[in-house]
């Protein structure tokens, strides 16, 4: 997809096409919000989002917790771009 199928008005919102799967190389779509924190450089209520497809949300929780970083995982909303604008990678 590219922006000329936004212009366009393609059936994919902008949002939903956004959401990928945080893991690297992967280009599937997001199904769900990974919440986590660094709480050596975070305030305790920041939460940091990571978003993943079903396939990779075990291997993204698994390496948040590892280190101490997880929180809670989401399903994630299409409705809410709150979780988009914040997706680090």
Request: glycine share 6%.
């Amino acid at each position: 997809m590219s922006i000329f199928d936004f212009a366009a008005g393609s059936e994919l919102s902008f949002a939903e096409a956004a959401a990928v799967c945080s893991r690297k190389a992967c280009r599937s779509g997001a199904s769900w919000q990974l919440l986590w924190n660094n709480p050596k450089i975070h305030t305790p209520e920041r939460r940091k989002i990571w978003l993943a497809c079903a396939e990779h949300r075990d291997w993204l929780e698994d390496y948040l917790q590892t280190r101490g970083l997880w929180k809670e995982t989401l399903p994630l909303d299409a409705g809410s771009p709150a979780g988009l604008l914040e997706q680090d990678r």
